[in-house]
């Protein structure tokens, strides 16, 4: 074809996406809001690049968010270019990593069969170290010593680096001292975390530059769709492989940044243009995602950060409605009014997959999901416990684990001893032990465990234990088996569906789980054909992202958290939870640049929505455990009033804007210790309870934030809502009932 021919085929795209389209050389920056056609871009750049026979299909290299979106990519361009399309490498940084290490991974000690830990392995793993180097976790809780270790590793920092950053405080010291046995105990069970399989692809080029060679000669071309989101180690992972051709486009937006926290950097956008010399730089201004009102809402609230660079996006399309932004009693109450309007629509002719809801916590799923559930509203839930979370699920896929690799020492840790077979956990300490000081895996001790006097007591149990792994392994190496049929065998060797039946609660439920496995194992042969070897099975179900779960052709409506919302669009999408203390989340209250990134979430929020934005709030809220009593958050009020419309209870907790904030409370249990109050006001109407009567002007201590004075009182049901200005802790609002307040 023509080039002249070939470019119109793009002519439904407007002149900067088509400027973005055929720019094929050097490299290229685009960076454009919400909804302007970042990802249509790159598709159709993809589609220009293949017709105009620029490379092979499989020389180009299109990074994506999840796996979904890798997928969709795919699909997409399967459409445009029917030939080939499918050998693109389309994939999410951690695939693309764990592919290239299957294959080279030997070269720098990994096997072709490594592991990949979730986070629940690396939880046990740092918990047995914790315990080996005789660590406190209240000290130094799990969960921080992970996140540190994932902060090193975004910023490809090594145990030693982190301990000479440590300096003299203890701590941190610590904290290195456990990342380097976590580094160690990985490599002898042949296995890596999330973030080792960018680290240790990078490790990998560094070690084998004939290795990186080949992988820069072959990826001609390379994109990277949000790029906003990228961190130091993938920074570096792209911009080796880009080095040879320069032919690299990363899209992204700088609003739409919601992973600082983990490391993403939007510095990576802006030292884009110094790494790759004589970058171009698209901006594309024209929003084709919402109507103007959701359009105007959002900019109206990303206008509050600071620190941007700066664009306002337009669209041609329709004004459309007003964003709704509901009040309810309860959580609950709006866990209903969501449902209600779901149906209503319906109703009216909308399909339930028109409808997402988006929250700032997996938390506030709960109600939600039970109130869909209740009126028989189809519906997924991505995130929350997922199915591969499930014990039984676990156990099945441990076992599954230790076949493709027995020196998998946390796997096989979860099943040595499940279903029951005398391996108590002192037995498995004890070999756990020997195996450190040998560096070798549990699984090469408990091979020989006659040979060591301290395992002879079990040595019968755990030999018939390898001799059952031994046996399973044998039969998946003899190819005599298809997967479906191992995963059979396990089953029928454990016995484990006895085990549940007679030692678990609701075993039926469970071997339910175990057969739904079962499903998923056969869907995938089926998929895969020859390649579906246990390693790939393995490997798909690690690489899982809540997001995956997600299926758009199934007629159900989704509830996510906002940040797995990012890159999708809705026509109808509900944000709950819009109060002070739950978005902007509590803990990003006090710190300038976490606000500014809970504002970056809120603004993915509402552009998600195509034609129907509605924001629901609760007056009280049950969240964890914890009542709360909080007010409409910040960001609606940075909306302009006129595009919004208020129902259900009128704004009884109307807030300033910027008001305090700490202005959320969290009401902790109703101990009502307080000297019944003598003096009665009749001028200023009183708050009455428990005794205690409280008026605008008393002074009350608080045991959490001390003194302070009440500046304003509103009777709300049988309590009242007191704004409390303290001395120390700012201004508080508290209900009477159950703040552990005294006059003073
Ligand atoms: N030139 C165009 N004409 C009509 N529709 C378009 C055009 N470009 C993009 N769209 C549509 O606009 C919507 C948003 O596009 P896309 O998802 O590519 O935007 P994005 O910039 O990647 O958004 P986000 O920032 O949310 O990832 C899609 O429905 C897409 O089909
Ligand atoms: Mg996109």
Not at 298 to 322: F, P, Q
Not at 395 to 417: K, T
Request: proline residues 2%; glycine residues 6%.
């Amino acid at each position: 074809m023509v080039q002249s021919e070939l470019k119109k085929q793009f002519s439904h795209m407007n002149n900067m996406q088509q400027q973005a389209v055929f720019c094929t050389e050097g490299p290229l920056l685009i960076l454009a809001g919400a909804g302007s056609g970042k990802t249509t871009v790159l598709v159709n750049r993809i589609a220009y690049i293949l017709q105009s026979e620029l490379c092979k299909p499989w020389q180009i290299l299109a990074i994506t968010f999840t796996n979904k979106a890798a997928g969709e990519l795919k699909e997409r361009i399967c459409n445009a270019v029917p030939e080939g399309g499918s050998d693109i490498w389309a994939a999410t940084f951690h695939s693309t990593c764990a592919r290239i290490l299957r294959r080279y991974g030997d070269r720098i000690g990994f096997t072709s069969h490594f592991t990949v830990y979730g986070t629940d392995d690396q939880k046990k793993l740092v918990k047995d170290i914790l315990k080996q180097l005789n660590y406190d976790e209240k000290m130094l809780p799990v969960k921080r010593v992970l996140n540190e270790i994932s902060k090193a590793k975004d910023e490809m920092l090594t145990p030693q680096e982190m301990l000479k950053r440590a300096g003299y405080d203890n701590l941190k010291q610590s904290v290195a001292k456990v990342y380097e046995i976590y580094q160690s105990r990985l490599k002898t069970a042949d296995a890596m975390d999330f973030d080792d399989m960018l680290c240790k692809t990078v490790e990998l080029f560094q070690k084998c530059p004939d290795i990186l060679e080949f992988y820069q000669n072959q990826f001609k071309y390379i994109m990277v769709d949000e790029y906003q989101d990228t961190n130091k180690v993938q920074y570096k992972f792209v911009s080796m492989l880009a080095a040879k051709y320069g032919n690299i486009c990363v899209v992204g937006d700088d609003d739409q940044s919601i992973y600082k926290f983990r490391g993403a950097t939007i510095e990576n956008i802006l030292s884009f243009e110094n790494t790759f010399k004589g970058a171009k730089m698209i901006r594309l201004e024209q929003n084709y995602r919402s109507t103007q009102n959701i359009l105007n809402a959002a900019n109206g609230v990303i206008s509050n950060n600071t620190m941007r660079k700066g664009k306002t996006l337009w669209t041609e399309n329709a004004v459309g409605d007003k964003i709704e932004v509901h009040t309810s009693d309860s959580e609950r109450d709006e866990a209903q009014f969501i449902a209600k309007t779901i149906l209503d629509g319906v109703a009216d002719g909308r399909k339930f997959s028109d409808f997402a809801i988006l929250y700032r916590m997996n938390a506030q799923s709960n109600s939600i999901e039970q109130a869909l559930s209740r009126s028989g509203i189809p519906h997924r839930v991505i995130g929350g416990r997922r199915f591969y979370d499930r014990e039984e699920i676990r156990d099945m896929v441990a076992y599954l684990q230790v076949i493709n690799n027995p020196h998998d020492d946390v796997r096989l840790g979860r099943i040595i001893n499940v279903p029951k077979r005398g391996i108590g956990a002192t037995t498995l300490e004890k070999a756990s032990e020997i195996a450190a000081g040998l560096g070798e895996s549990i699984y090469s001790v408990i091979k020989d465990a006659d040979v060591y006097p301290q395992l002879s007591r079990a040595a019968t149990k755990l030999k018939s234990f390898v001799a059952l792994i031994d046996g399973l392994m044998e039969a998946e190496q003899s190819g005599d088996y298809s997967l479906a049929e191992l995963y059979n065998l396990i089953l029928e060797h454990t016995d484990y569906e006895k085990y549940l039946k007679t030692e678990k609660d609701n075993p039926d439920v469970r071997i339910e789980n175990i057969e739904e496995l079962s499903s998923n194992i056969i869907k995938f042969e089926e998929d895969y054909a020859e390649e579906a070897s246990l390693s790939n099975f393995l490997e798909e179900i690690s690489l899982q992202t809540d997001i995956d779960n997600y299926d758009a052709e199934a007629d159900s409506s989704v509830m996510m958290t906002l940040h797995s919302a990012k890159g999708l669009e809705f026509p109808v999408v509900f944000i709950a939870g819009l109060e002070e203390g739950v978005f902007p989340s509590i803990a990003t209250m006090m710190n300038p640049d976490e606000l500014n990134e809970e504002r970056r979430l809120a603004y993915v929020g509402i552009t998600r929505a195509k034609e129907k934005l509605y924001i629901t709030k609760a007056k009280s809220r049950m969240l964890m455990g914890h009542t709360s009593y909080n007010k409409v958050s910040r960001f609606v009020n940075e909306i302009p009033p006129e595009l919004l419309n208020y129902t259900g209870e009128k704004k009884t907790f109307a807030s300033t804007n910027g008001f305090s904030a700490s202005s959320s409370h969290i009401s902790i249990g109703a101990g009502s210790k307080f000297t019944p109050n003598k003096s009665f006001n009749t001028f200023t109407k009183p708050a009455v309870k428990s005794g205690t009567v409280y008026k605008k002007g008393d002074c009350v201590f608080h045991k959490v934030f001390g003194k302070g004075m009440i500046m304003k009182t509103e009777k709300m049901g049988n309590d009242t809502m007191l704004e409390v200005a303290f001395d120390k802790a700012g201004t508080k609002t508290l209900m009477a009932n159950f703040s552990k307040m005294e006059k003073i």
